[in-house]
């Protein structure tokens, strides 16, 4: 079984400030590892995805994340946010091994970017 | 990545009705998925898709309360009978493991 920790529910974050959101899952296997945004009222949208290679991946938007295996981790990362980063942000894990099991999904995370 | 079109985008129904949720893909696809997500909360698997066979569903979904066919690797459909307002809920399928449709925002009076 797999599981996923988002530690903050919210996170309010002054504008052009660098944000964290916190990831941590559990596996007994390989993962992928995803990071979605969904903004107010509007469907999901894939913001990146590690499924294997460099342990570094970027967005188009200027978002990082970082797979720790060690340490279980998948963290998001901006170094400088804007008012339209405010939306709810979802870390998820897959198994690598088929990708037959769906995902998991963490709790979210409210990122609201203060001006 | 595969392109998936979801409809209705939204609906309200009445108690006691169902509703069928249909999701077309770009391209033929081995497993489909199907999730809810409730008010405030995250996305929770309902069930998998294979196409010709049964759908699996995880655990406190049955196959009564949520029917899905598969009936090709592109298309497959969840109907949501006799709709409770519990069932309220933005209901969203997947496709290659990742890929979203934009998500059925239902509402049940």
């Known amino acids: 079984a797999q599981s996923v920790t988002q530690l903050d529910s919210q996170v309010p974050v002054f504008e052009e400030a660098p944000v964290e959101l916190r990831c941590n899952y559990s596996?007994?296997?390989?993962?992928?590892l995803f990071w979605y945004v969904q903004y107010p009222n509007q469907g999901l949208q894939l913001l990146l995805k590690?499924?294997?290679?460099?342990?570094l991946v970027e967005s188009i938007n200027g978002f990082e994340a970082e797979f720790n295996k060690s340490q279980t981790s998948f963290h998001l990362r901006k170094p400088s946010v804007h008012i339209s980063d405010t939306a709810e942000y979802f870390c998820?894990?897959?198994?690598?091994?088929?990708?037959?099991?769906?995902?998991?999904f963490g709790k979210g995370t409210h990122l609201i970017i203060q001006p | 990545s595969a392109v998936i079109s979801q409809k209705p985008s939204r609906d309200i129904c009445q108690r006691g009705t169902s509703l069928t949720i249909q999701c077309q893909v770009d391209?033929?696809?081995?497993?489909m998925f199907w999730y809810r997500q409730q008010p405030g909360q995250s996305l929770t698997l309902i069930a998998t898709?294979?196409?010709?066979?049964?759908?699996?569903?995880e655990s406190g979904f049955v196959i009564d309360k949520f029917p899905i066919s598969r009936p090709n690797l592109t298309f497959s459909t969840l109907t949501v009978s006799n709709m409770s307002p519990e069932d309220s809920s933005i209901y969203l399928c997947?496709?290659?493991?990742?890929?979203f449709g934009s998500g059925t925002r239902l509402t049940v009076v």
């Open positions: 997947s496709a290659n493991g990742y890929t």
């Open positions: 596996s007994s296997v390989s993962v992928y």
């Open positions: 590690y499924l294997s290679g460099s342990t």
């Open positions: 998820a894990v897959g198994n690598s091994g088929g990708g037959a099991d769906g995902l998991t």
């Open positions: 391209s033929q696809v081995t497993m």
């Open positions: 898709a294979n196409q010709g066979s049964e759908a699996t569903y």
